[in-house]
């Protein structure tokens, strides 16, 4: 029992340490249950929030960079482990419940199992002044143009243009803005 509370303790300790450590970089407090790994991989601009729940991974040799005025809503999980790169844009908006995922396992071997091949690392960029709705999963090497809303649900496979609405599995653009 002493084994499991020191073990306790110390998660507590270090979860405490990486917020204040977050704050220092970022002069913002994350709500208490938020998860950041990797956090000399991740560079945040002024007027950052984020919700209850919200993830930020990279860690190794990938990186974040979220720009000014971004707003990440609860459970938005933001992952470039891999190798991976995510950047976003000034004045972006990302509802609850989206995934960005800037890289993939590898499964071409047949005789290794997928979760030993590693992963091939991509990017996704995020322009100014974006809308991504809720429950959106952006998958890597993908890029959204300025003034873009992505419509709730969608998952993003390919680039978006700038200045549309798209929405869809996979998100096609429907409108122009």
Known sequence: MIKFTLVVINRKFKLFFLLYRFY?????????NC???GLDNIEIGEGFSMGNGAKLFSQGESSIKIGDRVSLNYDVSINADGK??????????????SILRASNHSYEDLNTP???QGHVPGI???HENVWIGANVVILPNV????????????VVTKSIDKNVIAAGVPAVIIKNR
């Not at 991976?84 to 419940?97: A, L, V």
């Open 35 to 37: 998860i950041i790994k």
């Open 24 to 32: 220092l970089k970022t002069r913002y407090i994350p709500p208490m």
């Open 143 to 154: 890029t959204i143009g300025s003034n873009t809303i992505i419509g709730a649900g969608s």
């Open 124 to 126: 996704i960029v995020i």
């Open 84 to 97: 991976g790169q995510i950047i976003i844009g000034n004045n972006t908006i990302i509802g609850p419940g």
């Open 114 to 116: 997928i979760r030993d």
